[in-house]
């Protein structure tokens, strides 16, 4: 694949014509990338319905990161009009076929009631298996979770405990909620000089990336 073997702009625009004559071709991996290049404006200038049509195509065969993408656009309404209860099927389907951050977006839909009935327990329950599988937004919220008693107990050992894992992978509003923690001995023994070092971190830090293709 010509796009993972350098990030030029020739590279890319060389790689987004390769993958135009494999999609001709019925290739349903390279309507995945084409999805992911308009998108992401890799080689060819951003169009989200364009990668929303893509990405739907890639998603027929059990596509699990095409599946995923189909939800966000439709949940946000991006490239398609906004359908919140469309968006739950398809990130149900991409978590049941493997997507480990379609389980922490499905999460996400339970805890705020986005295209679903509210239920905050099985919110957590999802965003808990998501974490497990590392994926960051779900141990920052987990922390979230066990800070405010959402969907399961208050527990602010567990909640410092999945704010620290967060932040130390570099998520800026976990490092922040350490730093908190530490500042006021909430779940955590009261330090001055570790709460300064992860404010430091906090306003350092870049902003929480979104999910690459």
Request: hydrophobic share 35%.
């Amino acid at each position: 694949m010509v796009y993972a073997q350098g990030r030029s702009v020739e590279r890319y625009k060389h790689g987004f014509e390769l993958l135009k004559q494999a999609a001709a071709r019925g290739d349903l991996d390279a309507h995945e990338w084409l999805g992911a290049a308009y998108d992401y404006g890799l080689g060819i200038r951003p169009n989200r319905r364009r990668a929303f049509q893509h990405y739907l195509r890639a998603a027929g065969p059990r596509n699990p990161n095409a599946e995923y993408h189909v939800g966000i656009f439709f949940l946000d309404g991006i490239g398609i009009a906004k359908d919140e209860r469309t968006a739950a099927r398809w990130l149900r389907r991409a978590a049941i076929h493997g997507d480990p951050t379609a389980l922490h977006v499905l999460g996400q839909c339970y805890r705020s009631g986005r295209g679903m009935p509210k239920n905050p327990k099985k919110g957590f329950v999802l965003e808990l298996r998501a974490a497990r599988k590392k994926v960051l937004e779900a141990q920052y919220s987990l922390g979230v979770c066990y800070s405010r008693g959402e969907g399961t107990s208050v527990d602010p050992k567990r909640a410092f405990h999945w704010y620290l894992l967060a932040a130390r992978r570099g998520h800026r509003n976990a490092a922040h909620n350490v730093a908190r923690f530490y500042e006021t001995g909430r779940g955590v023994r009261k330090s001055e000089e570790r709460a300064k070092f992860w404010y430091s971190r906090a306003k350092a830090a870049s902003p929480n990336a979104g999910r690459p293709l």
